[in-house]
Structures are given as structure tokens and as C-alpha cells.
């Protein structure tokens, strides 16, 4: 039985080996440096699910589901260059899985982004061999792999033999309720040697995207080259002598034809390959540029639990959004590069991971706004075939930023495959927008592309407000909330719900904005003006209404579903609906309070003409928190924060859930198919923003901070625009750049002014 190791700020250790908690392993020990990435699976393994992902690497294929024909894109599980075993005088080739081990520890060191095995086998004839491994996926070098291996013979001498491969016959199968879908997107595999080197190449079916990986083999002696269909590697026969340790190093450059400044990829995977430094070299300058990172992503808590999950969300957010991103042309996949859930789209989960990376990496954020600016067209022609203004953004994206969406989608507690209209989630585009708002407020300016996609998405929403000529309200009607449980009130004819409290409230929101920097026509100013003064939102019993008709539902029975997240697949097998109930997947109308200070969501509320007492707010959030199930990860993030202030200790244990979600698995198998990057990116913006209290504003830099008596201290360097500071904070005191800051009361620090830039003008505001 495999066995968590006790924790450590810098490093994930596993000691022993269980094939049935592979997966998680695997995800959670995955190496990437923002361009492609590759899970921690074995190199010998049996029960394993080897997983290359390069980011924005996407394929589509048809595939029969329930009597219809369907077409999903998966990001690519590409060729899987980690294959490398050994074999003893007389063995069979090692594998994990049924071998006897008398040791076998895994270790993630996470300050320099190298994956260490050891491990110690006993063979049917008792020889023992110890094996060292030691891995990395190079933040240097971004087309570079390399895996070291040791061995050291602990009681004989003998020939031993290694093979290594490169493996283009793999499929997307790592998600379970997608294997009745087609995974098998590569075709036309080619292989060769040449020059010490084995290659591979193959391309995926739909896209023509081609890849190639190029291997090469430092060992003491050279090897016979073996080639299988889709499959090539080299066989060493190297000489063990007891107690001498012999290495050999496998090196492999991976390039695709979406790869800037590259003739072809066979070509430039052979050159980079073949012109690699020794592993010694590469280690070195992978660990420099680590380090360059880590000086401008530390975050120093008490504790060292806790600063091992906040080293390990740092981590993985910078092996799958890192400077390496920035040109790339791809936006934050929900599970990372890390595993096939979700089929590697973006969703809105951006709205938790660029705060952070603003005010920490702000390029790299700027680059991710591109990837939804590069797809402007398609958002704008969506929202013309749907009948509206400006540009509606599809709730799943991938690679050209069609909506992704699936049509239908498994319940595994059911086994039926049901309608899927997810894609009425059309407050996506609020996330885009406000994280455009955010970035602005930290770096100081807009440039006029980011005023665009701002621009457009304001003018999508306005479109879909309706005037009620009988109420005097504008309604935006047909929509989904971020709940995802509700998709309709229960025997409407047609999916959608009808004033979805975050929508309405949001669309508010974005619309001032808007008017604000000047981003509206002439024509459209007093429309917009209009509705930012008379758009609709429900109350019933004292609180915000999720939707029109909300009260009406019932109340579930909670007792009988204790413990049970995920109400909607559970609901469904039992022969009911969850659109029936009050009951909610995670925080919906307590998103306001997640995005929105109190004193802006209440003189939204005020605008609008609705009475809103100071108690409003906290009987909404009591409200839902008895309604919620918490089938999202991001649940916790969200009611950590909107608890932050008013409960403090309850705020704790939602943030203490969150932090502890992948690494303990608790939405229960899912981090095996792949990290939740939202979830990490949130709890490290709590940590930054809300128990910080770092709220970016106009005119400054505003801090409050409202630590949890458990944290202790926090300290980390930001930057804002333009200017690097370090803030400290206790109990005690809080310190900006040296400065003790009053105690007990908030402090602004006053900034340059903000500049939209436009062509030809710049406006000062």
C-alpha cells in the first residue's frame, strides 16, 4: 500500500507502490513547463496512463452516442517518449505491477521541478538492483524531456539489459466516461534512426497537426535499434558490476508544426535532440530558471502543510501557465495539462487564476486575454447566428473557439447518456470581461485590443436584456448560472432559466464599466445607462433569488443524500431531477460576493431600485450555503472567500477543503484525470487577495487583511503597475516595502492614474 510521506514544504513524497492509486500519482507528479507537459506515470509500468500534453494541441473526431453521431475535441494525448525497462540474466523486463519490491519511493521536488524514483527489485533468482530515476520537463529549454537512470547491481555482476522507447500508439482513454467516445487521433506514424537518434512522428487526424520526438540514448555502450508499428527504441546490454552504479540518460526533444520558428518538426526535433547538453547541464540550467520563478511566485506561509499545498498549486499553475505561455496562443485548460478530463477546454476558470497571476506574472496574463481576443470573430459570429450584438463566447473553447460543448454526456451512476445544454452558460463572457477589468486595474493601462473584447462582450449582454414593458425591467431570459445543476425550471418546453441573479447583476456591472472608460457608441449610451438602472433581479424570503421561480422549488431532502456531491447524477438515478429542488452544485448568487465588494454588489442593488439593508448580504450567503452540495472544487474556493469576513473559522475549513482537494482527492477519483488549476489558482488568490485583503483599485492599491487566526503570517513580493513590492502581514501589523501600514484599518496606496489606450488617443481617467 502506498503511503503519502509526512509533509514537507518543498517536496510530494510517496513511499511504496499501489497500481489502484496510480492515477492520482501520476497526476499530481506531472512535469510540464507551460508548452507541453507529462504526467508522472511510470516508466515500466503495467497499470499506468502515460500522458503527453503540449498546450493548444487539439483534434476532432466523430463518434456514435446514443444512437447520434457526435463530434468531440480532445486535447491530444501525444506519443509517449517515458518507456524505458530493464532485465536482469534470465528475467522478464521489469515492471512494477506483481514484481518484488523490497523498496519504492517517489519524490516530487517541487523548489526545481524534478520527479526522483527509487526503488529496489529482488528477482526470481534473488539478484537485487537498485534504481535510481530522475526526471524533468526543462522550464529552460521548453522543447526538452530527459529521464537519468541509475543502476546499481547490490549483490551480483552480469549483463544487464535496458530498452527504452518512443511510443506513438497511444490513445486519449485517461478519463473513463469518455472510452466509449474514439480517442485515437494520431495517424501516420513514421519512425527511424539515424545519427544515434530514434524519431517518431505522427499527426493528428483532423487537425494535421504533426509532432515529432526525437530521442537520444547516452549510455556506456551503444544500442541495437527495435521498431514496432507506431513504435521505435534502442536495446543496451550494459555490464552491472556488483556494487558499481552505470547510468544511462534519455534525452527527447518534442516539436509540433504549431511550434514557432520551425522549418519542419522532424528536422528541428532531430537538431534540438542531437545538440542537448549531457543531463548534468540541462538539470542545472532547468533549476536557474525555476528559480527565476520562484523569486517572483513566493509566497511564504506558516506551517509546513500548509506551504507544502501552496508550493504544490504554485507548481502546477507555472507548469501549465508559465512565460513560456505567454506567445502561444492558448488560454487556462480546467484541469491543467495534467490529464484528458474535461477534454483539456477552457471554461471560465480563468476568473480564479489570472488575479493571481496579475499580480505576479501580469505578461503571462495578458497572453491568456489574447487567446480570447484571437478568437473575437468567432464569438461575434456566434452571437450574430444566435440573433444578438457583439461577441458571445462559448462556455467550453478550444482550439478556434467554436463552442465545444457536448451535446450529450455520461452519468456514470446511471450509465445513460442525457442531453447536455451546458452551453447556456452564457456568463463566460462576464469572466473574460472582468478579468480584462482586473488586469487593467493592476498594470495601470488597456491595451485597445483588450478594450475590444471588453467592448464586445458589454454590447453581447446588453443585447440580452429585454425590455418587460409590463414590469418596466429589463430580463435576460434563457440562460444558465454557474450552479450548472439547473438547466430549466422543472416542465418548461425549452432549456434556460430566466433572470439568473449573477448574470443580471454582472451585466450591470459590466455595463458601467463600459460607459465608464467611453467604450459605447453614441447610439447605444443611454440603452446601456437605461439597464445598468432597471434590470430585474428576484428576492424571496429576505434574500436574492438564483433565478425567476426559484421559491417555487422544493427543498430537498439533505439527510437522505448526506455526503453526496455530485445531486444531479444522484437525483438522476434515482428517477428524479434536480431541477425540482433548491439545491444548488456550488456558489451561484454568492458569486456576486466573490467578484463584487459588499459596498459594490449593495449600491448595484440600490441603483436598480431595490431595497438592500446591510443584512441582505449575509442572509443570502447563510441562505445558500444550506442549499449547496459542493460538486465543484471551486465551491469551496468561492464560500471561503464570501465567509472570509463575517466567519472566520468556517471560512477556514472551506479554504482548508479547497487547498486539500486534489491532493486528497475529495471530489473522489476525478484529480487522476487531471489537476483542478481553478481550484489551485483560487486558493492562492485567497490567500493573496482575501485574507490579504489586496484589492486593486482606481486609485491605488488598497489592503485590509483579515487573517484566519490558523494562518499566522503571510509574505510575498507583487507587482503593480510597473513597481515590484513586498507586503508582510500578522496579526499584528502589516508591512508594504518596509512600511508599517495603521494597524486595524485599511490603507490605500496611492498609484499613477489608469490609461485605456485606444488608436491614435490616450485618456487619461
Known sequence: MATLAPANPWTLVYEGYDPAAEGLREALCTLGNGRFATRGATPDGLCRTPGTYRAGCYDRLASRVAGRTVVNEDLVNLPDWLPLTFATPGSDWFHPDGAELLEYRQELDLRRGVLLRELRRRDDAGRITRVRQRRLVSMADPALAALETTFTAENWSGPLRVRAALDGTVTNHGVARYRDLRGDHLTDHATGDEDGLTWLTATTRSSRITVALAARMDAPVPGRAEREPGRIGTEHVLHAE??????????????????????????????????????????AAHEAAWERLWERARLEVGGPELAQLVHLHVFHLLQTLSPHTFDLDVGVPARGLHGEAYRGH?????????????????????????????????????????????????????????????????????????????????????????NVWQHHLVTGSMTSWCADLLTDIARFFASLAVLDPASGRYEIRGVMGPDEYHTARPGAAAPGLDNNAYTNVMTVWLLARALELGLARPEESARWADITRRMRVDFHDGVISQFTGYADLAELDWGRYRGVRRLDRALEADGDDVNRYKASKQADTLMLCYLLTTDELLDILRRLGYPADPELIPRTISYYLDRTSHGSTLSSVVHAWVLAHADRARSWQFFAEAALSDIKDVQGGTTAEGIHLGAMGGTLDMLQRCYLGLEPRPDGLRLDPCLPERLGSLSLPIEFRGRRLLV?????????????????????????????RRPGRVRGR
Not at 267 to 280: D, E, I, K, N, T
Not at 366 to 393: I, V
Open 346 to 434: 477552457v471554461f471560465w476558470d480563468e476568473l480564479f487564476v489570472l488575479p493571481w497571476l496579475n499580480l505576479r506574472f501580469p505578461d503571462i496574463s495578458l497572453g491568456l486575454l489574447r487567446y480570447r481576443w484571437r478568437r473575437l470573430p468567432e464569438a461575434r459570429a456566434a452571437a450574430r447566428a444566435a440573433g444578438y450584438d457583439g461577441a458571445m463566447f462559448p462556455w467550453q473553447s478550444g482550439s478556434d473557439g467554436r463552442e465545444e460543448t457536448q451535446t450529450f454526456h455520461l452519468n456514470p451512476d446511471s450509465g445513460r447518456w442525457l442531453p447536455d445544454v451546458s452551453h447556456l452558460q452564457r456568463h463566460v463572457g462576464l469572466a473574460i470581461a472582468y
Open 242 to 283: 556488483e556494487g558499481v552504479p552505470v547510468t544511462v540518460t534519455k534525452i527527447v526533444a518534442l516539436v509540433t508544426s504549431r511550434d514557432p520558428a520551425v522549418h519542419d518538426p522532424l528536422s528541428a526535433a532531430l537538431r534540438w535532440a542531437g545538440q542537448a547538453p549531457p543531463f548534468g547541464e540541462l538539470l
Open 728 to 756: 508582510e502581514a500578522d496579526h499584528e501589523r502589516t508591512r508594504v516595502d518596509g512600511i508599517t501600514l495603521p494597524r486595524g484599518a485599511a490603507a490605500t496606496i496611492p498609484f499613477p492614474p489608469l490609461i485605456i
